[in-house]
């Protein structure tokens, strides 16, 4: 099973460019998030979808959009990248709202020169 | 404030004997913990959670004690070994919390030495 899949798994950007992580799911989960990982740090929340067709910001939303395409897809978007945004993002997926478990994608590393 | 908080970046043991990771938490509201594993390049698995209703979960060789009144998690694993070695992060959630809004640890890195 391919559970969640990131792409692309490496990127950099210069300043003030754009660019979409794309993030989907198999396993028919109703919850997506995307969450940021700074070195030496836990993992900070984004953007969340509760279910398909809600958005709502986490912890750390600005200088990002989301889109909840559909069940399956959630992306990420940034707008005009910052050199504070590099960072490696987690696409994940939970069965509901407010129970179990999270299940993460690999990853992907983002570089803001 | 850091509502979740591994005060150990690091930890190294031998191969076959106890590892112990901890984990101390200050909202009392908090009543679901999570334990998640991290290998490099890859994303964080989830490995074992224990409800505050429970003092302690087991699982294989990882148990997860909790202590309420102390607020102090930790994350036992016996016996080591060196597919161990990983970034161990816990989580917790308020009652009635999306899954996704858990507050993350900032991880300790364990070291299984063969």
């Known amino acids: 099973n391919a559970g969640v899949t990131q792409t692309p798994k490496f990127q950099v950007l210069k300043t003030g460019q754009s660019m979409t992580l794309q993030c989907a799911q198999d396993m028919n989960h109703n919850s997506m998030y995307w969450y940021r990982q700074d070195p030496g740090m836990g993992l900070r929340l984004i953007y969340y979808?509760?279910?398909?067709?809600?958005?709502d910001k986490g912890e750390v939303p600005n200088g990002y959009n989301v889109s909840r395409l559909n069940k399956r897809e959630f992306s990420l978007r940034l707008e005009s990248a910052a050199p504070s945004q590099t960072s490696v993002y987690f696409c994940?997926?939970?069965?509901?709202?407010?129970?179990?478990?999270?299940?993460f994608g690999e990853g992907s590393r983002l570089t803001v020169l | 404030d850091q509502q979740v908080k591994q005060n150990s970046p690091s930890l190294s043991v031998q191969e076959g004997r106890i590892s112990i990771l901890n984990c101390d938490y200050t909202?009392?509201?908090?009543?679901?913990f999570l334990w998640y594993k991290k290998y490099p390049a890859e994303g964080p698995t989830f490995l074992i959670s224990i409800s505050s209703i429970k003092d302690k979960n087991e699982d294989g060789r990882f148990t997860v004690f909790l202590n309420k009144s102390a607020k102090h998690l930790s994350l036992h694993i016996v016996p080591s070994q060196p597919g161990d070695s990983a970034v161990y992060f816990c989580?917790?959630?308020?009652?009635?919390?999306?899954?996704?809004?858990?507050?993350f640890g900032d991880g300790t890195t364990l070291t299984v030495k063969p």
């Open positions: 994940a997926s939970s069965r509901d709202f407010n129970t179990g478990e999270l299940f």
């Open positions: 989580a917790a959630r308020a009652p009635n919390t999306n899954a996704g809004k858990s507050t």
């Open positions: 909202n009392s509201m908090f009543d679901y």
């Open positions: 979808s509760a279910s398909e067709g809600t958005t």
